[in-house]
């Protein structure tokens, strides 16, 4: 009887550490990706979320004024809801790629994401040669942190 419990107490470590084992760095990679970020004038926040097959979008969840009146006179009407990062995906060198659309200029553009640590995130979009960076902050940090009430 003992050794029954035994095997089955051995068999469940294994299954344990054999499923840690198989987490990959992508993994480790969407606890920094994932949350709601806000840009460096704190006129928009984006919740990135993964949206299927390894990808990552972004959505507005937060705009003030001033960043609403300008989408609309680029042609968008509700800046809230809207998808901003398209389809980014996981690069081998760990940065995301993706698609990124500018409200206020109505257009699509080529983007690159980075996160150097968990508040972090280095965002680039270009239009064939001109390209523009930004350093965005998460949001959400304290909601992460803090235990669930």
């Known amino acids: 009887m003992r050794r029954i419990k035994f095997l089955a107490a051995l068999t469940a470590a294994a299954g344990l550490a054999a499923s840690l084992a198989i987490v990959s760095p992508a993994s480790a990679q969407d606890t920094f990706t994932y949350g709601v970020w806000r840009n460096p004038k704190n006129t928009v926040h984006v919740e990135i979320k993964p949206c299927g097959d390894g990808r990552a979008c972004g959505n507005v969840v937060w705009a003030n ?85």
């Open 65 to 149: 004024e001033d960043a609403k009146a300008d989408a609309k006179k680029g042609g968008t009407p509700n800046l809230i809801g809207l998808q901003l990062l398209r389809d980014f995906q996981l690069q081998k060198n760990g940065s995301w790629k993706g698609r990124v659309f500018v409200p206020d200029l109505n257009m699509t553009l080529a983007g690159t994401a980075d996160f150097p640590d968990a508040t972090t995130m280095k965002a680039r979009g270009c239009l064939l040669l001109f390209c523009k960076s930004q350093t965005w902050r998460r949001v959400d940090v304290a909601a992460r942190a803090s235990p669930a009430s």
